[in-house]
Each structure stands twice: as C-alpha cells, then as structure tokens.
C-alpha cells in the first residue's frame, strides 16, 4: 500500500505537536498529570497497552482477558479500600464515568420497578464543593441538583447535608477528599444518617482513593464506615495509570446490578455494559493492571510517601509567605492558595497573580474562580496545586518559583472585572451587559471571545489567566459557560 505519508514523518509531526504541549513529566505541571517519577512505569504500561491494542474491551466473554484484568483490578481495590465480600465494581473510562454510574445506579434504585415504583424528579445532594462531574451527572440523568453552602475552607457542616436528606433524595455525595480544596468531607455521620434513611451514600475518593490508606491522620471514609454504599477511585490519578481507568465500586450486588445496562431486543447481538462506553480499549485497563501488580501495596504507600513530604514542604514553602495562605484544613497531595485576607492589602499576595507569576518561573499551578454559594457567601479565589511523586525532584526549584512570584506581585490588587471591561470595545461591553439579549448564536459568541482577546486564531492558553478568571467569576455563568462552549468549539473546527 502506498500511503499519503511516510509513517515516520507522521510521527515526527506529531513529535512536533507535543512539544507544545505543557510538559507531562519532571514536575512542571501541578495539575491534570500523575507522575510517578519512575521512567520504568511508563514503560511497562505502554507495553500493557501494546499487548492489548487490538482487543475490544466491551465483551470479556470474546476477550478473556478483560475479565481476567478487570476482576483483578477490582479485587485489589476492594481490599485497599476497606470492601468485604459484600462489595463488587467495574473499571471505568476515568473519574467522571464512575461518578456517572454511581448516580445512575442510586437514581435506578431510587425509582425501583413494579408496583412501587417512585415518580417524580430524585435530587442529588452534596456540598457545592462536590467534583463538577456530578452536576453533569444530574444533568444527564435528570436529578435536582442540591449543593449546600460550605464554610470558607471548603469544609461542609454534617448536620447541613444531614438536614436535606429526604424521601427524594437518591444520593448524597461526598468527597474524600475534595479537589478544589482537599476538604475532607463527614463521610461517618453522613453515610450513618444516609443509611439510617435508605439513601445512596457515594464517597468520591476519585483523586484521594490509591493514596489516601498510605495518608496518616485521615477520618474513616470507605467501606469500612457504615452507610457507605459506593466509592469511585481513579486509577489514572494516584494509580499511576495513563489516562482513561478508575473504578467504581459498589456495595451490595443486587444495588450493583442496577448500573448494568442489558438489551436482547434488537436484531444485533445482546447488550450489556456495566459502563456507558460500548466497544472500548482495553489499553488503560491493561495499563493499571500492570502498575498495580508492579507497585503492590508497599510500592503505592512508598510513593504516597513522597508526596507526604512534598506536600509538607510546599505547605512550609505557602507559610513562610507573607500574603499567602493554605485553605482550609487540607488532606491528602493536594492544596488550595489565597491570598491571606488579614495582612495589609499592601502585602497581600494575589493567589491568581500570583499563579500566572510562578508559571512565568516555569512550573503551571491551576487558577480557580471565586465563587458565590446560594447563601450569598463567596469562597475566595485560589490557585490549586496536586503533588506527586515527581515534585519531590523538583521542590527546590519549586520553592523557589512560589517565593520569588510572590515577591514580585505582592501588594497587587486582583484584577477587577471593571479594569477587564475597560479594555474592550463598548459593543462587546454591551453584550456582555446584557446576559437578556437569549441565547447567544454561534458568531456572536465567537465576536465576543475575539474582543476579549481569546479569539480562535489563539491556541493555548493566554500567558495571564488571571483577568480571564475575574471574568468567568463575575460574568453571568449562563454566559461564561457559553462563550466557554465556543472557544472548546472553534478550536476543533476544521480550517480549510
Ligand atoms: C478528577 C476528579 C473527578 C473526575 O475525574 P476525571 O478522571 O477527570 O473524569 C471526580 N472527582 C474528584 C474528586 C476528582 O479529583
């Protein structure tokens, strides 16, 4: 055959392509990637991923050695997370997934079947700190979303959440830990409470589920505490696995059974998915598979170890700024930044100056918007960052970046939106006014993010993210979560 491309120039444009990419490894990128730091790793999970290439994930009947990988996989997860005979799971695509089943499952329990059947809309409840997969779980499910005010460390009160649950309450979430603020939510009087009422309790321990039992100092939050009927754990974050595994898993087989999907009546072959995805990789299964048998539970609780001290020192490193603080009462590698509110606003340190500051010094933390809670309080901007193994070959450097950045925009204001607005032309000021005018169209939009200076001819991110922040803060959600739409949009959009 004769190809339009050389197979190796293929592969040299693509070489080219991810040299811009934000770098995967050494501990440069705070956020999105988990590296474990061990070259060794990563290639064992991309021989998994070889060897399993051509298999179709979605029937382990046909390919054995799916069911044989999953079944591991989920055995190793149960006995890390506290599970008996009692609890059963499913490796997934990644942490939105399990948080989709889990939803699912409790919404198709909620409603039962027969005579007893529930009518009527089912409400999902956790703190509004719960992970954004679960608002796209309500609304692909059509659940009520109800998100309870936290305090200004992230932190939710029990008897907040416990106060809600009801009749219509198919399940309470709650996060172990959470990922905006590392907050440990009440996973014990909340799955009691939920239990005590029959209702769904999921913990999602998506970021904290593989490094969390190896976590000295941690309140009881899997299957061990009463109440607790699922856990979604990413094995593609502290698992070390490459993008695209997780698991879920369930307690009780027969609440288990309701996140199948089975027909027979079609003319094709019979389905039955415990996910959403019909055929599928087997890649990323492989992939964790592999790791975990590498690590064991000791290789896991060495890494988890790491990050311990990392994040201990980066904690120090945020202390010993003036202007700066930790949120809340963080557990597990990760933490959130503000400025600290009771220093003259001479010495405050902006957290998303402060985060384009240190990306300038080479590493890239991730910017996250204030945001007001419908009791009216508003929890401040921060700027997360996730340790991993690798940050410990980089703390010195890291350290360095944190405190210099924040020497240089100490005593900076935050941007405000009006400054943001100033620099637009008054048409784009009107429509961004003017949130009333329906909904935006394709070019319209499009016209906006242009004045804004996010225009499609720009790719990547801006080299300041913080006055687009101010602006996704203050702005109408309706109308930032469109304009957002457009850019993700246009991006893909074929150019000629
Ligand atoms: C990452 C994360 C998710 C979503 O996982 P994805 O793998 O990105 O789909 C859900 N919950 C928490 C707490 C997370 O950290």
Redesign the pocket.
Same mark, same amino acid.
């Given at each position: 055959m004769n190809f339009d491309h050389e197979p190796a120039d293929i592969l040299a444009r693509l070489d080219q392509l991810r040299l811009a990419d934000a770098p995967t490894h050494g501990g440069r990128v705070l956020s999105y990637v988990y590296d474990s730091g061990l070259a060794e790793l990563d290639e064992l999970a991309a021989s998994a991923i070889r060897a399993v290439q051509p298999v179709n994930g979605l029937d382990p009947t046909t390919f054995t050695s799916v069911a044989v990988m999953e079944r591991e996989v989920v055995e190793f997860a149960r006995n890390l997370l506290g599970g008996d005979e009692d609890v059963v799971g499913t490796v997934t /695509?990644?942490? /939105?997934?399990?948080?989709l089943l889990a939803v699912k499952t409790a919404r198709d329990v909620w409603r039962g079947s027969g005579s007893t059947a529930r009518t009527g809309t089912p409400r999902l409840l956790a703190p509004v700190t719960?992970? #954004? #997969?679960?608002q796209k779980a309500a609304h692909y499910f059509g659940l009520e979303l109800d998100l309870v005010p936290v305090g200004p460390g992230g932190e939710v009160a029990a008897s907040d959440l416990i106060a809600r649950l009801a009749d219509d309450v198919a399940i309470v979430v709650v +996060? #172990?830990? +959470?990922?905006a603020h590392a907050a440990m939510d009440p996973v014990v009087e909340v799955a009691a409470a939920a239990a005590e009422q029959g209702i769904a309790c999921h913990v999602? #321990?998506?970021?904290?589920g593989w490094v969390l039992p190896f976590w000295e100092d941690v309140e009881p939050w899997n299957f061990t505490v009463t109440g607790v009927t699922s856990i +979604?754990a990413?094995l593609? =974050?502290f698992g070390y696995a490459p =993008?695209g595994a +997780?698991v879920l898993l369930q307690r009780d087989r027969d609440r288990q059974r309701a996140q199948y999907f089975a027909t027979t009546r079609w003319p094709g072959y019979p389905i039955v998915n415990p996910t959403i995805l019909g055929s599928k990789s087997a890649g990323p299964l492989a992939a964790a598979w592999a790791i975990i048998q590498a690590l064991g539970t000791s290789g896991l609780a060495e890494l988890a170890q790491s990050c311990a001290r990392s994040t201990r020192a980066v904690r120090d490193v945020v202390d010993g700024i003036d202007g700066l603080r930790i949120v809340g009462d963080p557990v597990g590698p990760?933490v959130a930044v503000s400025a600290d509110e009771t220093v003259p606003a001479g010495r405050r340190v902006d957290a998303h100056h402060w985060a384009d500051q240190v990306r300038a010094h080479g590493f890239l933390l991730q910017l996250q918007p204030s945001l007001v809670q419908s009791d009216g309080t508003v929890l401040p901007a921060t700027t997360h960052l996730t340790i991993t193994p690798v940050t410990e070959s980089v703390l010195g450097e890291l350290s360095t970046a944190m405190r210099s950045a924040a020497e240089e925009v100490r005593g900076l204001p935050a941007v405000s939106v009006e400054n943001v607005l100033a620099t637009l032309p008054a048409e784009a000021v009107a429509a961004l006014g003017n949130p009333d005018a329906g909904p935006l169209d394709s070019a319209t939009a499009a016209g906006l993010l242009g004045a804004l200076g996010l225009g499609s001819a720009s790719e990547g991110l801006p080299e300041r993210m913080a006055p687009l922040l101010a602006l996704i803060a203050a702005l109408p959600a309706p109308l930032t979560e469109r304009l957002l739409t457009e850019l993700l949009a246009r991006l893909i959009e074929p150019r000629n």
């Open positions: /695509t990644g942490g /939105t997934e399990s948080c719960v992970h #954004a #997969a679960f +996060s #172990a830990p +959470s990922y999602d #321990a998506c970021i904290g +979604s990413d593609h =974050k =993008k +997780s990760l």
